[in-house]
């Protein structure tokens, strides 16, 4: 198990209750969710889920489980982190499910850079300023300690971690924050497998002002729509 794609989350329902969007709209982050599984798989990599106790029934068939430990988020995504090195793996990609994967041929890229040398870290930034994914080896998972949930400066926080070495960058990509922003995710071209998913998340929530527009111009030649089934809804 050489690489390992880590996807560190609650259940689908819990997600959407956590994002205000109602247990409902949970298919948008199971889709998300068995994305992520199908991408890893196409990369060679495996598949762990980092959960609390409660959440295991759900993410039940994603992947190996591990139980998320600490108080705070980062101690948490740091221990699970750790857990998941000493189960053998060298390069490890860390994500939740509100944001879906790039293609596998990016994902493969992105372990090579660092598998390689080539690069220190890849970090799939976020509109908001965090970071949706990062991919790195087992000597920085001290960085991940100090993450917390809302951060705006994650990015530049990696930077600073990786000084001279080189932290590359992929293209930003939008996360589901919350109910205002789906309209705005439906402009961009990774969401575009999640079209009809997005549109039923959106369904019956009152649009009153204007919602944040986050837009992502980037070509979603490579991407899949995620498979039908293999993931529970909660």
Known sequence: MSRAVLIFA???RAEAAAKQLGRSRAPLFAAVARSWVRAAA??????????APEHRRALRSAGAW??????????????????AFAAGVETLLITGIDAPPPSPAVLDAGFRAVETGEAASV????TDGGINFIVLRRRDVALLSGFAVGERD??????????????????????VDSPEHLAAL?????????IGL????????????DAPVRRNTG???????PPARSLPAA
Request: proline residues 5%; hydrophobic residues 40%.
């Open 198 to 209: 997005l549109a039923t998340a959106r369904r019956d929530w009152p649009t009153g002002g």
């Open 186 to 194: 439906s402009d961009e071209a990774a969401w575009l497998p999640y």
């Open 219 to 225: 070509s979603a030649a490579s991407l899949r729509a």
């Open 10 to 12: 609650r259940s689908p």
């Open 154 to 175: 994650l990015v530049e926080r990696c930077r600073i971690h990786f000084r001279d070495e080189r932290c590359l960058l992929l293209e930003t990509v939008s996360d």
């Open 42 to 51: 196409r990369c060679r990599a495996a598949v762990l889920v980092a959960s």
């Open 123 to 126: 970090v799939s930034p976020s």
């Open 66 to 83: 591990i139980e998320q430990r600490g108080e705070t988020f980062g101690e948490r995504l740091a221990s699970s982190a750790v857990e």
